[in-house]
Each structure stands twice: as C-alpha cells, then as structure tokens.
Nanobody, 126 residues
Framework: QVQLVESGGGLVQAGGSLRLSCAASGRTVSTYNMGWFRQAPGKEREFVAGIGILWNGGRTYYADSVKGRFTASRDNAKNTVYLQMNSLQPEDTAVYYC?????????????????WGQGTQVTVSS
C-alpha cells in the first residue's frame, strides 16, 4: 500500500505561484509513474501533469492548459513529487490530487491510477 499526502495549497492572487508537494509512504514510489490531477466544483477530475520513473528518463508531460506554467518533478530519495505552478489564473482553482500508477501504466488516465492523495485546495483570486 502507498499513502500519498499533498501539501502546499492555499490562496494566491492571479499571476502568483504555488508549489505543491506529495509525500509518499508505505513503500517507495520510484517504480511508479506519478501525476497530478485537479477537480473544480461541478467538474470532472482532470489530468494536469505527470512524471515517469527516473530510470526511464523521468519524462514529464502536461495538459495543454498548464504547459509552460506548471512543472512536475520528483525526488526519489525523499519519496516525494512536486508541482511548481507559476502564472496561476482563476481557472486553475480546484482541489489538486496526487496520483500513483505502477509503471508501465499511464498515470494520466484515471482508471490506471492505483493510489490517490486526499487533495489540497488551490484558490486563485482575480
């Protein structure tokens, strides 16, 4: 079992930045593709960013809506993944969830995810 705990959410003005962290416990996530999703009120959960396992290059990939603004990274020594969010806009307001899918599953698909965090609220004011 893997437990994921997100932190770093909060209230920020448009144009500001936040850095989310996702600390994993229970087992190492070095063999998991890790990702971030978000869910706004009344909307479906959507993929935001993903990062692959490091020995396969640690490739990152993003939803079109956040490309160039968000950066996913991971530190296997700390069993933690991060999401740096810059140039935040009101439409980025949502609960952000960390996700883990065992390689080679694709973490960008909800049905491929094995583990979810509890979520952290990000609110961007205009």
């Amino acid at each position: 079992q893997v437990q994921l705990v997100e932190s770093g959410g909060g209230l920020v003005q448009a144009g500001g930045s936040l850095r989310l962290s996702c600390a994993a416990s229970g087992r190492t996530v070095s063999t998991y593709n890790m990702g971030w999703f978000r869910q706004a009120p009344g909307k479906e959960r959507e993929f935001v960013a993903g990062i692959g396992i490091l020995w396969n290059g640690g490739r990152t990939y993003y939803a079109d809506s956040v490309k160039g603004r968000f950066t996913a990274s991971r530190d296997n020594a700390k069993n933690t993944v991060y999401l740096q969010m810059n140039s935040l806009q009101p439409e980025d307001t949502a609960v952000y969830y960390c996700a883990a899918a065992p390689a080679p599953r694709v973490v960008s698909v909800v049905t491929q995810v094995d583990y979810w965090g509890q979520g952290t609220q990000v609110t961007v004011s205009s």
